[in-house]
T-cell receptor
Framework: KAGVTQTPRYLIKTRGQQVTLSCSPISGHRSVSWYQQTPGQGLQFLFE???????NKGNFPGRFSGRQFSNSRSEMNVSTLELGDSALYLC?????????????FGPGTRLTVL | AQSVAQPEDQVNVAEGNPLTVKCTYS??????LFWYVQYPNRGLQFLLK??????LVKGSYGFEAEFNKSQTSFHLKKPSALVSDSALYFC?????????????FGTGTRLTIIP
């Protein structure tokens, strides 16, 4: 079974631009979560989607948004990029409907904002 | 609210020696605990998890972790360290209740195995 895939793997943008990252979960997984990883803040939860609905949200500004499609694929968007948005963005997928489901992570998208 | 503390940013161990990476947690209700490992420029790889049952959990690559409810700890251990174990290790927790998918991670511990 293929793992979680994220595209693109690397991205360079300039301040003020916007960016869209994509995540394809493991086949059959219906929940997708996004995390931001930076050296200073560590791993921080962004949001989680299930059945095209955002179920949980972390403490990030409204510039960070996401969505999930009917095939469970998910995208996250960051508008008006700031230097501090430079990070590794990780996507994780899990089954849903059981209390003990675990998350499987993709390789991440490395975003650099210049 | 849930939280995880990894008190050591860096742990150095000689190859062949036992290793321990520490983790303590705070969560409302029963915890669901994880250890993940991250190699350079890679995502997180799952090592092991604890839900219920035996307090000693065995995982991938010879790692194990001991759940201690009274001390709210979930330390990662390995009897004999390998150079290839050098990586960044994250402990994570979430409450064991339906509908909560949010994982809270510790700040990570960089493990270096010295040949």
């Amino acid at each position: 079974k293929a793992g979680v895939t994220q595209t693109p793997r690397y991205l360079i943008k300039t301040r003020g631009q916007q960016v869209t990252l994509s995540c394809s979960p493991i086949s059959g997984h219906r929940s997708v979560s996004w995390y931001q990883q930076t050296p200073g803040q560590g791993l921080q939860f962004l949001f989680e989607y299930f059945s095209e609905t955002q179920r949980n949200k972390g403490n990030f500004p409204g510039r960070f948004s996401g969505r999930q499609f009917s095939n469970s694929r998910s995208e996250m968007n960051v508008s008006t990029l700031e230097l501090g948005d430079s990070a590794l963005y990780l996507c994780a997928s899990s089954l849903f409907g059981t209390v003990n489901n675990e998350q499987f992570f993709g390789p991440g998208t490395r975003l650099t904002v210049l | 609210a849930q939280s995880v503390a990894q008190p050591e940013d860096q742990v150095n161990v000689a190859e062949g020696n036992p290793l321990t990476v520490k983790c303590t947690y705070s969560v409302s209700g029963n915890p669901y605990l994880f250890w993940y490992v991250q190699y350079p420029n890679r995502g997180l790889q799952f090592l092991l998890k604890y839900i219920t049952g035996d307090n000693l959990v065995k995982g991938s690559y010879g790692f194990e972790a001991e759940f201690n409810k009274s001390q709210t700890s979930f330390h990662l251990k390995k009897p004999s360290a390998l150079v290839s174990d050098s990586a960044l290790y994250f402990c994570a927790v979430r409450a064991l209740n339906f509908g909560n998918e949010k994982l809270t991670f510790g700040t990570g511990t960089r493990l270096t195995i010295i040949p």
